[in-house]
T-cell receptor
Framework: EDQVTQSPEALRLQEGESSSLNCSYTVSGLRGLFWYRQDPGKGPEFLFTLYSAGEEKEKERLKATLTKKESFLHITAPKPEDSATYLCAVHGFGNEKLTFGTGTRLTIIP | DTAVSQTPKYLVTQMGNDKSIKCEQNLGHDTMYWYKQDSKKFLKIMFSYNNKELIINETVPNRFSPKSPDKAHLNLHINSLELGDSAVYFC????????????FGPGTRLLVL
């Protein structure tokens, strides 16, 4: 069965303080790894899909990277509006569904 | 324009009642999903329909029954509500069955008293 573990559970950063969120996964074969952002009281918002080790994608202050065992979401010079819960999910071959991690709750302090 | 919409946004009800949640997507997607998010923010798939055909049916009490009248709509009916059903329920859609990028609705917050 596919498994996803995200760390840390919560992260508080000063505005401008760069850091990384981790997503470790176990799948029989990776079809795709997804990053979502979820604001309080809202549904998850799609950020990135990564398909193969070595792939990187960027959007504003966010960059997602992928290895064979984990993915990192790097946040560069974050702003308070980047505060949210970031969810990681995997889709394995032979599986119809996405498996989500429990997320990292990120707080950026002005 | 809302891509994936759900009604109601909030639902407060007594144990034992029956309730329904509705979902509509205007993205022209073929596949729709129901997820449950518990208090620890864990998102777990419940059901998925592809062109009105049930393709995912996770281990969910049979008090939960999904219905897809057409590929743009997916409803969730819950019978005999229990305290443990309190959660946020999200609807999502994807373009095709094998198109992994899923787009989520705003959620329905269900509280069973």
């Amino acid at each position: 069965e596919d498994q996803v573990t995200q760390s840390p559970e919560a992260l508080r950063l000063q505005e401008g303080e760069s850091s990384s969120l981790n997503c470790s996964y176990t799948v029989s074969g990776l079809r795709g790894l997804f990053w979502y952002r979820q604001d309080p009281g809202k549904g998850p918002e799609f950020l990135f899909t990564l398909y193969s080790a070595g792939e990187e994608k960027e959007k504003e202050r966010l960059k997602a990277t992928l290895t064979k065992k984990e993915s990192f979401l790097h946040i560069t010079a974050p702003k308070p509006e980047d505060s949210a819960t970031y969810l990681c999910a995997v889709h394995g071959f032979g599986n119809e569904k996405l498996t989500f991690g429990t997320g990292t709750r990120l707080t950026i302090i002005p | 324009d809302t891509a994936v919409s759900q009604t109601p946004k909030y639902l407060v009800t007594q144990m034992g009642n029956d309730k329904s949640i509705k979902c509509e997507q205007n993205l022209g997607h073929d596949t729709m999903y129901w997820y449950k998010q518990d208090s620890k923010k864990f998102l777990k798939i419940m059901f998925s329909y592809n062109n009105k055909e049930l393709i995912i049916n996770e281990t969910v009490p049979n008090r939960f029954s999904p219905k897809s009248p057409d590929k743009a709509h997916l409803n969730l009916h819950i019978n005999s509500l229990e305290l443990g059903d309190s959660a946020v329920y999200f609807c999502a859609s994807s373009q095709k069955r094998d198109q992994e990028t899923q787009y989520f609705g705003p959620g329905t917050r269900l509280l069973v008293l």
